[in-house]
């Protein structure tokens, strides 16, 4: 039996008991906290002073005259930038506010708060500075152009909730900047998810290269799993593909025979559904070994889970509701399930990833960020858990050490293959 559906033909949500709080009723109580919190500190970060600035001799040295000499000396040398200034440590993160969370295009001004958090996340876990950077931009060509003209105050830039098919473009054309430059919504949760499946693989006994994934949204979250799953860019030495991921939108699997698809959507069918399955999500997951959500909630049922394979995994990742309720999923035989949500286990966070991430790159002088970069900071999530358990396949993001080894990963990583 299939979820009820609405108009469009995607399944809505059904509330199942359970012997807990609603999570919506829980995330009331907690937005009014948000907000008594955002309004009593006006925000979540401040600019705080590195050098004494107490004295005259203070003010001399900081600005005029002695500050004329860290110009100079960055005019000789532009690389003398990284070491004399912010610069060498400070993440841009960028958005236009298109596509906030699970808020989606609800513009700069109220994408704020979250930028200004990932701002706060950078400091807490990696010891960067970071600065929300919210842009009325109307196109691609604007946000480039605005990203090409901060960049020289900037080691790195962290794009962020920009709406696909543009954050495809914005990303690719940003890449010449000489400093790294990651869409993390894209790779941040390809990254996690890709630790994730490591141990819940493991766990089911079963190799990364035979499983069949299903992935339920074809944004840009599903097509970064989808290709780091499908080790697209990698060389073979490096990488073992999965077998088989079939990547679902609202209208069920995106394959070769589908008609209207955009062009962003035919060009995931070079490393996506190779075997052209079609129908709607819940067909083509029957026999799955994954099912992974970055879609909506209430897509599926226990019914979907018992048809797939023995031990499925998944991975409901819709905030805040999950695309299955997970008390349900494990009802229904699912060995490991993960969601995007704190307050149930196995929580794909991208603070997992990004902090490290960018903390290695900037340390190793990377220009860019690589796929073996990527990889290697998912394999150094998975390792770092060691043994896995079904409630235990990501370490948690406040773990002494997440953060270092990751960017001990990726640093590594730049420097056996340089980009």
């Known amino acids: 039996m299939k979820p009820p559906q609405d108009a469009s033909g995607m399944a809505t949500h059904r509330l199942v008991s ?37 004295t005259r001799d203070d003010l001399s040295l900081a600005y005029s005259p002695g500050v004329a000499a860290a110009c100079r000396a960055i005019e000789a040398d532009p690389k003398e930038l990284r070491n004399l200034s912010i610069a060498g440590r400070a993440i841009a993160v960028v958005t236009d506010g298109s596509a906030v969370l699970g808020l989606g295009r609800i513009g700069p001004a109220a994408a704020m708060p979250v930028m200004e958090g990932k701002a706060a996340l950078f400091r807490r876990f990696a010891g960067l500075d970071a600065w929300p950077i919210c842009l009325h931009a109307e196109s691609s060509d604007e946000i480039v152009d605005a990203v090409r003209a901060i960049a020289p105050g900037f080691a790195g830039i962290n794009l962020e909730d920009i709406a696909a098919p543009e954050c495809f473009e914005v990303e690719d054309r940003l890449q010449d900047l000489g400093i790294p430059v990651m869409h993390d919504d894209q790779h941040g949760t390809a990254i ?21 994934v299903v992935i339920a949204g074809a944004g840009a979250a599903g097509t970064a799993i989808a290709k780091l799953l499908r080790c697209v860019s990698f060389s ?38 190779l075997r052209h399955r079609e129908g709607t999500v819940h067909e083509v997951l029957e026999g799955a070994d994954v099912f992974i959500g970055v879609s909506q909630g209430g897509l599926l049922d226990a019914d979907d889970v018992r048809r797939m394979a023995p031990h499925p995994i998944l991975f409901p990742m819709a905030n805040p509701t999950p695309e299955i309720d997970p008390d349900v999923a494990l009802a229904a035989g699912a060995i490991v399930v993960g969601t995007g949500r704190s307050d ?16 290695g790159a900037i340390d190793a002088g990377a ?26 396949v990501l370490p948690g993001p406040f773990e002494e050490g997440v953060a270092e080894a990751v960017a001990a990963a990726v640093r590594d990583a730049w420097e056996r293959h340089p980009g």
């Open 192 to 212: 996690v998810l890709l630790a994730a499946l490591m141990g819940a693989a493991k766990l089911a006994g079963k190799e990364l290269g035979d499983l069949r």
């Open 18 to 54: 359970r012997n807990v709080p609603s999570p919506l009723l829980k995330d009331e109580a907690l937005h009014r906290r948000a907000i008594d919190l955002h309004r009593a500190h006006q925000g979540k970060i401040e600019i705080s002073l590195r050098a004494p600035l107490e």
């Open 344 to 359: 149930y286990p196995n929580q794909v966070n991208n603070v997992l990833a990004f902090p490290g991430v960018f903390r």
């Open 236 to 273: 073979s030495e490096v990488c073992q593909p999965v077998q088989e991921v079939i990547l679902c939108d609202s209208k069920g699997a995106i394959h070769r025979d589908r008609k209207g698809l955009i062009k962003e959507k035919r060009d995931l069918l070079a490393f996506t559904n």
């Open 367 to 392: 220009t860019s960020i690589t796929q073996e970069m990527k990889l290697a900071a998912a394999k150094a999530l998975a390792e770092f858990v060691g043994e896995p358990t079904p409630s235990r």
